[in-house]
């Protein structure tokens, strides 16, 4: 059973490039999870998504920062015109459920650097 | 989520056990402790969780103080593997949504 797979696992944009990263949860979840972890700085969560919906996007910042989980295909997180204050890694989880016993299962993470 | 708090580093010698504490003094009874680690350079790692009795897993045990304001991950023997950060989250079983909320953690060092 394969595991939660992002890609790119780096990913190097130039200022005001746009940066797609993507995220296949475990087979079997529906619930998808995006956070960030800035450099020397601890993971936030950005936003929760289920299968067309976005549940929850308190954590992502208003402007430049889409997020979607299509009915088929991964789901994707897109910053528009990047800023050199985007550079960190970005990890997407997922979860057969959301109580408070279900455990979130983390992919590699995707390294974004702009130049 | 309620807080939790941790100390920011332990050290611990290969082969040896390690007991990394948590204090959740403000936990509600719908709680759940959870707890992740992160290997450098990797993503974050379940690695446990209980809600009022005592757990354990292929990787640790988990010791929950009685009046549940406390918890202890426990590794039977470290490796140099271990070397990671912990973390101990609260999740309420009800109301906690999505997020996990992750603090500052526990750099855990393993020495050979």
């Known amino acids: 059973n394969a595991g939660v797979m992002q890609n790119p696992r780096h990913l190097v944009r130039r200022r005001g490039q746009e940066a797609r990263l993507r995220c296949s949860p475990m087979?079997?979840?529906?619930?998808v999870y995006w956070y960030r972890q800035l450099p020397e700085e601890g993971l936030k969560f950005m936003v929760y998504?289920?299968?067309?919906?976005?549940?929850?996007e308190s954590g992502m910042p208003k402007e430049r920062f889409s997020a979607e989980f299509p009915k088929e295909g991964p789901s994707i997180l897109r910053i528009q015109q990047v800023v050199r204050g985007d550079s960190a890694a970005y990890f997407c989880?997922?979860?057969?459920?959301?109580?408070?016993?279900?455990?979130?299962?983390f992919g590699p993470g995707t390294r974004l650097t702009v130049t | 989520d309620a807080k939790t708090t941790q100390p920011n580093s332990m050290e611990s010698n290969e082969e040896e056990p390690v007991h990394l504490p948590c204090n959740h003094s403000?936990?509600?009874?719908?709680?759940?402790i959870h707890w992740y680690r992160q290997l450098p350079s990797q993503g974050p790692e379940y690695v446990i969780h209980?809600?009022?009795s005592n757990v354990n897993n292929r990787m640790a045990s988990l010791a929950i103080a009685e009046d549940r304001k406390s918890s202890t991950l426990i590794l039977h023997r470290a490796t140099l593997r271990d070397a990671a950060v912990y973390y101990c989250?609260?999740?309420?079983?009800?109301?906690?949504?999505?997020?996990?909320?992750f603090g500052e953690g526990t750099q855990l060092t393993v020495n050979p």
């Open positions: 989880a997922s979860s057969l459920g959301t109580s408070g016993f279900d455990e979130q299962y």
């Open positions: 087979k079997g979840h529906s619930h």
């Open positions: 998504l289920q299968k067309e919906n976005i549940i929850d």
């Open positions: 403000t936990i509600s009874g719908t709680d759940y």
């Open positions: 209980g809600l009022t």
């Open positions: 989250i609260l999740r309420d079983a009800e109301t906690s949504g999505s997020r996990l909320t």
